[in-house]
T-cell receptor
Framework: KAGVTQTPRYLIKTRGQQVTLSCSPI?????VSWYQQTPGQGLQFLFE???????NKGNFPGRFSGRQFSNSRSEMNVSTLELGDSALYLC??????????????FGPGTRLTVL | GNSVTQMEGPVTLSEEAFLTINCTYT??????LFWYVQYPGEGLQLLLK?????DKGSNKGFEATYRKETTSFHLEKGSVQVSDSAVYFC????????????FGGGTRVLVKP
């Protein structure tokens, strides 16, 4: 079974631009979560989607948004990029939401560099 | 709110040495606890997990026991290999948090031959 895939793997943007990142979950998984990883702040939760609905949201400004499609694929968008948005963005998928035996599987991430 | 504290690295060991990475947490109720590992240039891989007090998670020679009384979930391995060099993250998932994981800061482990 294919794992979680994220595209693109690397991205370079300039301040003020916007960017869209894509995540394809493991087949059959309906929950997708996004995390931002930086050296200074570590791993921080962005948001979680299940069946096309946002179920949970972290403490990020409104410039960060996401959505999930009917095939469970998810995108996240960052508008008006700032230098501090440079990070590794990780996507994780799981079968359900919050199940005690549920496991989240992470993709390789998208490395975003903002110049 | 929920939080996870783990020992800062880097931790440098010789092959076959014993590894311990301390992890303590703050959470209401009984969260599920996890250890994830990140190899260079890759995403996170689940190493092991425990969902209730006194559970022991184990995988690939690594073990961790959910200690409610000390709010801890320390990771141990009896004999490390060079291939265990990676960054290790302790994480928790609250019962009412859906799939949201709260991570510790990560501990870099370097195993020398």
């Amino acid at each position: 079974k294919a794992g979680v895939t994220q595209t693109p793997r690397y991205l370079i943007k300039t301040r003020g631009q916007q960017v869209t990142l894509s995540c394809s979950p493991i087949s059959g998984h309906r929950s997708v979560s996004w995390y931002q990883q930086t050296p200074g702040q570590g791993l921080q939760f962005l948001f979680e989607y299940f069946s096309e609905t946002q179920r949970n949201k972290g403490n990020f400004p409104g410039r960060f948004s996401g959505r999930q499609f009917s095939n469970s694929r998810s995108e996240m968008n960052v508008s008006t990029l700032e230098l501090g948005d440079s990070a590794l963005y990780l996507c994780a998928s799981s079968l359900l939401v919050g199940g005690e035996t549920d496991t989240q599987y992470f993709g390789p991430g998208t490395r975003l560099t903002v110049l | 709110g929920n939080s996870v504290t783990q020992m800062e690295g880097p931790v440098t060991l010789s092959e076959e040495a014993f590894l311990t990475i301390n992890c303590t947490y703050t959470a209401t109720g009984y969260p599920s606890l996890f250890w994830y590992v990140q190899y260079p240039g890759e995403g996170l891989q689940l190493l092991l997990k425990a969902t209730k007090a006194d559970d022991k998670g184990s995988n690939k020679g690594f073990e961790a026991t959910y200690r409610k009384e000390t709010t801890s979930f320390h990771l141990e391995k009896g004999s490390v290999q060079v291939s265990d060099s990676a960054v290790y993250f302790c994480a928790l998932r609250g019962k009412a948090a859906g799939n949201k994981l709260t991570f510790g800061g990560g501990t870099r482990v370097l195993v020398k031959p």
